[in-house]
Structures are given as C-alpha cells and as structure tokens.
C-alpha cells in the first residue's frame, strides 16, 4: 500500500495593507501638585510665524469652543515644562515647532492649577495626531483668537495678552 501525497490548498495572495497608525490613549494620570496644592500645567501658544499674527487653537475634548493646547506636567518632565508644554501641543493639535520665549506662570484659583505657557513656532502640522479623533484646530488671526478665547476660555485670552506685550517688534 503506497501513501498518496496529500495535496496542499493553493492560498491566493492577498496583499496585506499597513494599517493604520495606532493612536495613543493616554493612561489617567495623576496630577502634580506644587507647595500651595495647585495642579500643575504647561502650555504653548502655537503660532505660524516670527510675526506672531496667526494662532492655533483646537477645539476643547469635552464641550464646544477653542483653546490654546495645553495640560498635566508629568513627572519626568518637571524640571523642564517646556517639554511638558510642547508634548501637549503635538498630543492636542499635531504640532511640531521650535520653542519660543516663556510667557509666565498663570494662575487659575477656580480650576486650582497654574500653567507655565510657552511660544511654540509651528512648522509642520501632523496629519493624524494623537487626539485628532477627538479635536479640530484651526488658524486665526491673533485678534479673532483673542476673541474666540475671551468667550470660551479667558484664562487663555490672558496668555494672548503676555504673547502682544512681551513682542519683540522689528528693528
């Protein structure tokens, strides 16, 4: 008695397609708080160029309106919020920049934080980014900004106001 070869199916190719990026769900984390018990926060003012006319705001996660791009200082970020503040900027609205002069340290006693915000000198905006599921951003001119933020979130509006007078106008 001879074994017959046992005939193999014949698969077709199916040409397999790279998937999507996977985008990161950030792990809750919890907040670092300074001497006083308030949160600590970074920021950046996105703009588009030297001129500083143009800002990116994005679209708040949880309710309607525009925000300058921000949030939680990480621990291993701490002695250097800059980080903190640039991370969030590409988390929120994608973007990738060269860091600008600090604006201040602002303080929110009804939200119990305080947030060190920089200038972030835009120069390329991710296509997909981290939270683009969840936010749009746009460009605005500096003065509809200004407006956007004074009704949806002026603490934000404040940070417009250091961004105008600490310019360092052209010789």
């Known amino acids: 008695?001879?074994?017959?070869?046992?005939?193999?199916?014949?698969?077709?190719?199916?040409?397999?397609?790279?998937?999507?990026?996977?985008?990161?769900?950030?792990?809750?984390?919890?907040?670092?708080?300074?001497?006083?018990?308030?949160?600590?926060?970074?920021?950046?003012?996105?703009?588009?160029?030297?001129?500083?006319?143009?800002?990116?705001?994005?679209?708040?996660?949880?309710?309607?309106g525009w925000v300058i791009p921000g949030g939680k200082i990480e621990a291993n970020e701490l002695s250097n919020p800059s980080i903190s503040a640039m991370r969030e900027a590409r988390e929120e609205a994608g973007v990738i920049g060269t860091l600008g002069r600090f604006l201040g340290e602002f303080e929110n006693r009804d939200r119990g934080h305080r947030t060190r915000v920089f200038v972030l000198y835009v120069k390329e905006l991710e296509p997909d980014?981290?939270?683009?599921?969840?936010?749009?951003?746009?460009?605005?001119?500096?003065?509809?900004?200004?407006?956007?933020?004074?009704?949806?979130?002026?603490?934000?509006?404040?940070?417009l106001d250091k961004l105008k007078q600490s310019q360092v106008l052209p010789k």
Not at 15 to 21: F, G, K, L, R, V
Not at 145 to 158: C, G, T, W
């Open 129 to 159: 980014w981290a939270e683009s599921d969840g936010r749009s951003r746009s460009w605005f001119s500096f003065e509809e900004a200004q407006r956007l933020l004074r009704i949806n979130k002026p603490i934000h509006s404040s940070y």
């Open 1 to 64: 008695m001879t074994a017959e070869p046992k005939q193999l199916p014949v698969f077709h190719h199916i040409p397999i397609h790279d998937p999507p990026p996977i985008k990161k769900v950030k792990a809750k984390s919890s907040s670092i708080l300074d001497s006083e018990g308030f949160r600590l926060r970074a920021a950046c003012v996105c703009v588009r160029s030297d001129k500083e006319d143009e800002v990116l705001l994005v679209t708040r996660r949880n309710g309607p």
